[in-house]
């Protein structure tokens, strides 16, 4: 179904979430008006006549998700990686598959079926209530297959090539190595730039461009004042992974003298259209034993944004430090899903749980600051005040999540509920720009079944060529032991 100017769709929820006064607002048995690509009333009830209405008197409504940070691909590699990886590696999770076998060798990841990968990721981002994606670093070229699907599963998205000064490869010792070439950067830069240009706005302004240096360790000085040049030039924001790396904080200190996060800001790349993926180790977390603290306040007062991505960090045993500590000093927090699963509800309770254990303090990290984290930081690290909430003038992107549901159970507060109870299994309905985009739990773009065989057969073939990519061959499973042994066949025994 597609909504038709001119005609208006009323959904009638069971609680609604209306923005009001610059802040979300609780309506029971609301009601939220669509027409064209916008919200044209939220409120307890409508004077005008609907042309059709959307019963979800059992549903709880939301705005779309918006999903910060997100590895648009099936992440065929990192699936691999939980309960171990190299120890060397500091507990790092991608420099245990991604780095090809010596320099310019085979890599991981070349195997893979980009169509079938990216065609999942999207469908499982929707699925979960995900409708403002920002792709958080694809360095292949694989631009016109994002638009393809992107295009066609009706989401927003924030993208562009990724590009990077370096290159990690393993050497025959096994030892983790870094290429350092900044003209790759440079060149990739012109490709994301040209990239942007070319499609800046296309699918009704779905598409939008951000550049993306994908890694602040391998990024340089020059690359980062051309990237901080052209995001002005061009509109757009910046995103990169930045202290993801526990070598990569202390690298910098060591170099240059200054945390990250002051090198940053000493080059006048902060602002607030710069979007920090991770943000993990900087000054004051327990394990940099850098305890000399003032990075929060420099991102704060330069307003830039952090996408926390908790549940991919947590599976390698690292974490904020902390949600509230971040919050208090004014830094605007999105959330992200990063690599599996694309679930922002579970993101969510990961956020706030992480939050309230690494803070010792029952009281932080609330369900709602998650809640504003996931819908009003994401809006704002994009300079969007038309996503994230529910109010006459913004997108129509809902989410209709189902609360008739003995998983969720009986209901005093439904954003607590939400955070704590649902999954993105329970989102029934997803709107973006009014369309409908997911029924019934289902995307409508494409035969669910057939990208989930697709990408399955894409990982598959990906991890048999494992050890032909691995420095000394090594097979996939003494790598990444599976977390049970196969079943043995037991001997025929004749009676
Ligand atoms: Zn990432």
């Known amino acids: 179904m597609t909504q038709q100017d001119g005609k208006h769709t009323l959904i009638r929820a069971r609680w609604l979430v209306g923005f009001q006064d610059g802040e979300h607002r ?17 409120g307890k ?27 648009v691909a099936a992440q065929v590699t990192d699936r691999l990686v939980l309960d171990g990886g190299r120890r060397d590696f500091m507990r790092s999770g991608f420099l245990n598959c991604a780095p090809r076998k010596l320099l310019g060798g085979p890599s991981l990841g070349s195997y893979e079926d980009a169509d079938a990968s990216i065609a999942y990721a999207f469908a499982s981002l929707l699925r979960h209530g995900v409708t403002t994606i ?43 190595v870094v290429h350092r070439d900044e003209q790759l950067g440079f060149d990739g830069l012109e ?38 040049e052209a995001a002005d030039r061009l509109g757009v924001g910046i995103t990169m992974h930045f202290c993801e790396q526990l070598f990569e904080f202390h690298e910098t200190v060591r170099l240059a003298g200054r945390t990250p996060v ?32 003032g990075d929060l306040e420099l991102i704060a007062g330069a307003g830039a944004t952090v996408a926390h991505a908790p549940l991919a960090l947590a599976r390698r045993g690292v974490f904020l430090s902390t949600f509230d500590r971040y919050q208090r000093a004014g830094v605007n927090i999105g959330i992200g899903t990063d690599s599996y699963p694309y679930d922002v509800i579970a993101e969510m309770r990961m956020a706030s749980l992480a939050g309230k254990l690494i803070g010792m303090d029952n009281e932080a990290a609330k ?38 549901n003995v998983a969720i159970g009986p209901v005093w507060d439904p ?42 057969i894409s990982c598959e073939t990906v991890w048999k060529e494992f050890p032909g990519t691995h420095w000394i061959g090594r097979p996939l499973a003494d790598v990444f032991p599976p977390a049970l042994r196969p079943w043995q066949a037991a001997p025929t025994v004749l009676s």
């Open 45 to 71: 009830e409508w004077e005008g006549e609907p042309d059709e209405t959307i019963d979800a008197r059992d549903c709880l409504a939301i705005p779309g998700l918006i999903s910060t940070h997100a590895h």
């Open 262 to 293: 002051q090198v940053l800001a000493d080059e006048g790349f902060l602002a607030p259209d710069v979007l920090l993926g991770h943000c993990i180790y900087i000054a004051g977390h327990p394990m940099v034993a850098y305890p000399w603290e």
């Open 191 to 228: 490709r994301a730039i040209r990239f942007i240009e070319d499609h800046d706005g296309e699918f009704g302004d779905r598409y939008r461009g951000i550049l993306n240096p994908d890694e602040f360790y391998l990024s340089t000085p020059e690359l980062r004042r051309r990237t901080r």
């Open 134 to 176: 920002v792709e958080a670093g694809n360095t292949g070229d694989v631009g016109d297959i994002m638009l393809q699907h992107m295009g066609a599963c009706g989401a927003r998205l924030y993208y562009s090539p990724a590009f990077v000064t370096g290159e990690y490869f393993v050497d025959s010792d096994g030892r983790l």
């Open 26 to 42: 609780l309506i029971e048995d609301g009601v939220v008006v669509v027409q064209g690509d916008r919200i044209v009333h939220v």
């Open 415 to 456: 954003i607590r509920s939400l955070v704590m109870c649902a999954s993105g299994n329970d989102v029934r309905t997803v709107l973006v720009g009014g369309k409908i985009v997911v029924d019934q739990g289902r995307v409508l773009f494409a035969d669910e079944h057939e990208l989930l065989r697709k990408a399955q």
């Open 367 to 404: 369900a709602r600051d998650v809640f504003n984290a996931a819908t009003l930081g994401g809006a704002k690290a994009l300079g969007r005040d038309d996503l994230g909430r529910l109010a006459p003038g913004a997108k129509a992107d809902i989410v209709l999540v189902n609360f008739d």
